[in-house]
């Protein structure tokens, strides 16, 4: 069974309270994101554990951050999303065949 790296490392990203509130509501955002005092505002995060969980989700290739001026604004990076969704229901409901176990004579 072969799983991308990728792939793993962005559900490993989800797999934290804070990080999975922080992707939902940037989804729930849309295309022109957040700046990052309003994603604290939103969740009640001090700007250090935002900063870090921003950040995982950066390093996970979900989230991108672009700087204006003197703000920094984050949006899910749709498509790796989506890349994720699809490898997690590609083969749905594909069924599933158990091989035959050969046996030592």
């Given at each position: 069974?072969?799983?991308?790296s990728?792939?793993?490392?962005?559900?490993?990203?989800?797999?934290?309270?804070?990080?999975?509130?922080?992707?939902?509501?940037?989804?729930?955002?849309?295309?022109?994101g957040?700046?990052?005092?309003?994603?604290?505002?939103?969740l009640?995060?001090?700007?250090?554990?935002?900063?870090?969980?921003?950040?995982a989700?950066?390093?996970?290739?979900l989230?991108v951050?672009?700087?204006h001026?003197?703000?920094v604004?984050?949006?899910v990076d749709?498509?790796?999303?989506?890349?994720?969704?699809?490898?997690l229901?590609?083969?749905c409901?594909?069924?599933?065949?158990l091989?035959?176990?050969?046996?030592n004579?």
């Open positions: 069974m072969t799983i991308s990728n792939n793993a490392r962005a559900l490993a990203a989800l797999g934290h309270d804070a990080r999975l509130a922080i992707f939902r509501l940037l989804v729930k955002a849309g295309e022109d957040l700046r990052v005092g309003e994603i604290a505002e939103h009640g995060l001090a700007p250090s554990t935002l900063a870090h969980h921003l950040s989700l950066v390093d996970a290739r989230v951050q672009e700087k001026g003197r703000e604004f984050s949006r749709y498509p790796v999303m989506l890349g994720v969704v699809n490898f229901t590609s083969e409901c594909t069924g599933v065949t091989a035959a176990k050969e046996e004579a």
